[in-house]
């Protein structure tokens, strides 16, 4: 429980970012235990949270790193990542970034578009190396997400469209410095309808039989992330099933022989062990409510104002009777708003306040805007 940490948090000046590694390490343990049931390999995406510590804990665990960016895998391999378990994916690759995966010889990239292919075979011929590539397919499903983190419909700038394969294996023919070992999928974030993924299997099947009926084996199956947590019940639900997860996906997945299936988990590994901490600066009366004015805003913690996500919300401090909080930040924007009519106990100046399940996506879009100092990173044991 976050609260059994209070007297810790109460010394640290605010607004900063507390991670409860003990929870972590039970998530992992939990992750490993459930894909080792099948031979399942686990990459953690690394976009969520990139924090050393946390990616120590990723390391000792043994999963893999995903990566959309050169600084992500200079990072990961910084960290203790193999290169053998780092996948690269992205839409737009820089050179620079494709060169350094290949001078690190990672283990795939995710390519994303046929003019990619034609580039990376170009970079690596004048490397005279061959690469490692799984193509990151369009599965046209859809995740039941928030639309800002749904990547897995056509309509989206992510992947291959199915139209494009006839002409993208008719390409991969004449480039001899990409070897085709895969294929990669990710429909989305925060998918808490199983069903999803369901139909993401139905998918992979299908395009697995398209690729065999071209007589093109595949040893990689890589159906990404998205897993979502419960971002109401951080208590109840600290930990999100895994135990369902993997086992849809051993249940609906059509593999062959000795294909291997990878995943790529960001916000479910994380999401929860993390909370942004903060104190009420200002209560100042409005309308309808009163605003309780923190002393962190969008500026550590874009999520709300980005998707309007929801994130608990709670006084640490005080017991007194509930009433209703506008919560927001300092930021000069009116999107900077944490909650609207939050039922908090009685709340009052200096009063702590834990912005729960913030640890995927929150300190790693932290922005200076406004000029504002960068938020501490503080780690509980
Ligand atoms: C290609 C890819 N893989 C994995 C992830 C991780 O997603 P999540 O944090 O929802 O598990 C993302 C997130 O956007 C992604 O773009």
Redesign the pocket.
Known sequence: MLKDYLQELEQHPTPFFAYDLKLLRQTLQQVKKEADKYNFQV?Y?L??NTNSPILTEMVAAGLGA?C?SGNEIRRAIESGFSPDHVVF??VGKSDAEINFALEQDIFCF?CESSHELAVLNELAAEKNTVARIAL?INPNVNANTHKY?T?GLEENK?GINSWELPDVLKQLQQLQHLRLIGI?F?I????TDLSAFRNLCTRVNEFQEWFLSHNVALEHINV?????VDYYHPEEHPIPDFEAYFSLFNQFLELRPGQQVHF??????V?QCGSLISKVLYIKKGMTTNFAILDAGMTELIRPALYQSYHKIENMSSQLSEDKYDVVGPICESSDCFGKAVMLPETNRGDLIAIRTAG??GEVMASQYNLRDKAQAVYLN
Request: aromatic share 6%; glycine share 22%; charged share 15%.
């Open positions: 990459h995406a976009k969520a995903d959309v994916a992205g995710n990151r983190i990547t992510f990669h990710h989305g974030s925060q998918i990404g992330g998205g897993l979502g790529e988990l960001g916000r479910a590994l999401a995927a996506y």
